[in-house]
């Protein structure tokens, strides 16, 4: 089992970063995908989330309206679009995947994002 994100980076205040995430190991769409982020000093919080059965999304009222998830069930992706990004979104940001019927899950290794001018 593997997730592995990408695209994370340095980005100015008010940019945009997308950041995917690629799974194999497991059966991609029978598993809710989440973004979480964890900030230096801070615990990990929740960003976003879609759903396996029917793509339903939701977020942290702190990233709602900025960032979009997505994912692609052929490729076994899932993406985070991250617009308008504040010094405050910097964190690492971890990927994860659970399945609600069987409670398996798992965690990619993280990627950085450093939103600062």
């Known amino acids: 089992v593997s997730l592995v994100e990408s695209g994370g980076g340095l980005v100015q205040p008010g940019g945009s970063l997308r950041l995917s995430c690629a799974a194999s190991?497991?059966?991609?769409?029978?598993?809710?995908m989440r973004w979480y982020r964890q900030a230096p000093g801070k615990e990990r919080e929740f960003v976003a989330a879609?759903?396996?059965?029917?793509?339903?999304?939701n977020y942290a009222d702190s990233v709602q309206g900025r960032f979009t998830i997505y994912r692609d069930n052929a490729e076994n992706t899932v993406d985070l679009q991250m617009n308008s990004l504040s010094p405050e979104d910097t964190a690492v940001y971890y990927c994860y995947a659970i399945d609600t019927r069987t409670r398996n899950a798992y965690w990619g290794q993280g990627t950085q994002v450093t939103v600062s001018s």
């Open positions: 190991g497991f059966t991609f769409s029978r598993y809710d």
């Open positions: 879609i759903r396996s059965f029917d793509a339903y999304t």
